[in-house]
């Protein structure tokens, strides 16, 4: 269902810094995100500050594996 109007601006509640913990990342993160263009129609600008939409479901924590690097080249 589509919403219009004053449903869809009630959407927009959550301002940069609480989106950033909502999907945690940093706030200087989520402001890149939005430069590149990867958080289209998830904001938009109220005039003074930019409001985000609350995230389908928080960021998992992904952990510190970085899996295997390949071997060094060996230079003769």
């Known amino acids: 269902m589509m919403k219009t ?3 869809e ?3 927009y509640t959550l301002t940069r ?3 950033a913990k909502r999907i945690g990342k940093t706030t200087n993160a989520v402001r ?4 590149h263009g990867k958080l289209l129609g ?3 600008f109220d005039g003074s500050k930019f409001l985000f939409k ?8 992904k952990g510190q594996y ?3 690097r390949p071997p060094k080249r060996k230079i003769n």
């Open 17 to 19: 810094s609480q989106y």
């Open 54 to 61: 609350d995230p389908k479901r928080p960021r998992e924590y």
């Open 66 to 68: 970085h899996g295997q």
């Open 9 to 11: 601006l009630e959407q």
């Open 5 to 7: 109007g004053l449903e």
């Open 42 to 44: 998830e904001f938009r």
């Open 32 to 35: 890149m995100m939005m430069r």
